[in-house]
Every structure is written in structure tokens, then in C-alpha cells.
């Protein structure tokens, strides 16, 4: 599978968290299909058809991110 790059990755993240941030889905139109725009490419880039699943799997891929990152584990507990 393709992987996006890590930098289109940053950018994907950044975009859809400030769109949530500013709660775009309950915005206008534009907005809310912006949000689902950045949502979709976040999840093609990152092979996933959920858009938290793509959200952890991008930010994983993230210079800087832990190698042995267990915040997943973590919740199950």
C-alpha cells in the first residue's frame, strides 16, 4: 500500500483538527464539507475507512511520534 507523506499527514491533521476545533460539521455548508473533505483524504492516505482510526494511524506516522506509543492500550485498561 502507498503511503502518504509525512508532511501531506501533518498537514491533513492539522487542517481537520482546527476544522473540528471551530465545529465546522454544525457550520455552513462550506465548512461542513471541508471537515468532510479533510476527513476522507485523511483516511485514503492512511488506509482506513474511519476518520479517528485515520486521525491515529496519521499522527503515528508523524516525525516525532513514540515508538512504543501504548495510549491505545491505555484506554482498554
Not at 503511503?3 to 498537514?11: G, Q, R, T
Not at 492539522?14 to 485523511?42: C, K
Amino acid at each position: 500500500m502507498l503511503m502518504a507523506h509525512p508532511a501531506v499527514l501533518a498537514n491533513l491533521v492539522e487542517q481537520y483538527t482546527a476544522l473540528d476545533l471551530l465545529h465546522a460539521e454544525s457550520g455552513d455548508p462550506e465548512a461542513r464539507q471541508r471537515l468532510d473533505d479533510v476527513a476522507y483524504l485523511l483516511c485514503l492516505a492512511t488506509g482506513t475507512n474511519d476518520v479517528d482510526a485515520a486521525l491515529i494511524a496519521a499522527r503515528y506516522r508523524l516525525p516525532g511520534a513514540r515508538v512504543q506509543d501504548d495510549s491505545l492500550l491505555a484506554a482498554g485498561e
